[in-house]
């Protein structure tokens, strides 16, 4: 079955440790996206990118790196530089940007605390 | 600025009964308008996509209307289920390459 996966589904981090979350796509999709969803709110763009080893920040890309050495993956680091990295963290990938009509596949998300 | 508003924040009703959500939005040039329906602790799931000449679009007990020329979207779902307790996110595309806008979403409850 084609999807999207992210991984782990539930992660602690002590403050002041770097961690990685894990984001693999087998749809062939040319575009990934990072989001962040925080308790009532809505999804906010951290990063996102259209091809490999090319990515652009989002509106909320301090404190978060990312990179796209193969299609298939788009790891999402989470930094210490980031203060309040607790949230709920969601992949996307789409064939190709906006317009598509194909919109985009969300993977199950992570959930990232900070202990 | 590319904007989506959605109304309300929350909405608690009966099991069997009827429901609509609102959607505004800002967003230009406008290329498409969807709605995502998230289960708590999952990703969105598309239910609906409409395009500028498109004004209605069903998947089953949802039906999602579109007044491109008011900026406006609305959700119906009809004879509500239990499973129909989730966030329901508006989200519309813009022309060219750039990333869907997102509403805040509609956190329904229906209650038995």
């Known amino acids: 079955d084609g999807g999207i996966t992210q991984s782990p589904k539930y992660l602690f981090r002590k403050e002041g440790q770097n961690v990685t979350l894990s984001c693999e796509q087998n749809?062939?999709?040319?575009?990934m996206y990072w989001y962040r969803q925080d308790p009532g709110q809505g999804l906010r763009l951290i990063y996102y990118?259209?091809?490999?080893?090319?990515?652009q920040k989002g509106d909320i890309a301090e404190g978060y790196s990312v990179s796209r050495e193969k299609k298939e993956s788009f790891p999402l680091t989470v930094t210490s530089a980031q203060k309040n990295p607790t949230a709920f963290y969601l992949c996307?990938?789409?064939?190709?940007?906006?317009?598509?009509?194909?919109?985009?596949?969300f993977g199950s998300g992570t959930r990232l605390t900070v202990v | 600025k590319n904007q989506v508003e959605q109304s309300p924040q929350s909405l608690i009703i009966l099991e069997g009964k009827n429901c609509t959500l609102q959607?505004?939005?800002?967003?230009?040039?406008?290329?498409?308008l969807r709605w995502y329906k998230q289960d708590t602790g999952r990703g969105p799931v598309s239910l609906t996509i409409?395009?500028?000449?498109?004004n209605t679009k069903s998947n089953g007990r949802y039906t999602a209307t579109l007044d491109a020329d008011t900026k406006q979207s609305s959700l119906h779902i009809t004879a509500s289920q239990l499973s129909d307790s989730a966030s329901y996110i508006c989200?519309?595309?813009?022309?060219?390459?750039?990333?869907?806008?997102f509403g805040k979403g509609t956190r329904l409850s229906v209650i038995a």
């Open positions: 959607c505004n939005y800002t967003v230009s040039p406008f290329s498409n």
């Open positions: 409409m395009t500028f000449s498109e």
């Open positions: 989200v519309v595309g813009r022309e060219g390459n750039t990333p869907l806008v």
């Open positions: 990118s259209q091809i490999v080893n090319d990515f």
């Open positions: 749809l062939n999709h040319d575009a």
């Open positions: 996307a990938s789409s064939p190709q940007q906006g317009a598509s009509r194909s919109g985009y596949t």
